[in-house]
């Protein structure tokens, strides 16, 4: 499976960005699709992640401020995120997996000046 992310970039504190990965290859029909991301100084850590039932899940950190979703054909999943901050700057990954594989994607930089 390959990820390819876009819509990372310079912001301005208070505004938005809208993430998106597309994922091609053999992608299994139950999966979760997810981006993480490495703020400096600290580790990988989940930013949200969906299952391709739609299920959801959140770090607490990023609730209310970022939603995540996706579309089929192609695979793409989006992460629309608000009201960002100087901590959130970090290189944000795109992350698949199912029951026997996982893969990472590249990476985008996120940066939010104050």
């Known amino acids: 499976v390959q990820l390819q992310a876009s819509g990372g970039g310079l912001v301005q504190a208070g505004g938005s960005l809208r993430l998106s990965c597309v994922a091609s290859?053999?992608?299994?029909?139950?999966?979760?699709m997810a981006w993480y991301r490495q703020t400096p100084g600290n580790q990988r850590e989940l930013v949200a992640s969906?299952?391709?039932?739609?299920?959801?899940d959140y770090a607490d950190s990023m609730k209310g401020r970022v939603t995540i979703s996706r579309v089929t054909a192609p695979t793409t999943v989006y992460l629309q995120m608000n009201r960002l901050k100087p901590e959130d700057t970090g290189v944000y990954y795109c992350?698949?997996?199912?029951?026997?594989?996982?893969?990472w994607g590249r990476g985008t930089q996120v940066t939010v000046s104050s």
């Open positions: 969906i299952t391709s039932d739609g299920n959801t």
């Open positions: 992350h698949y997996s199912s029951t026997y594989r996982a893969f």
């Open positions: 290859g053999s992608i299994f029909s139950g999966n979760t």
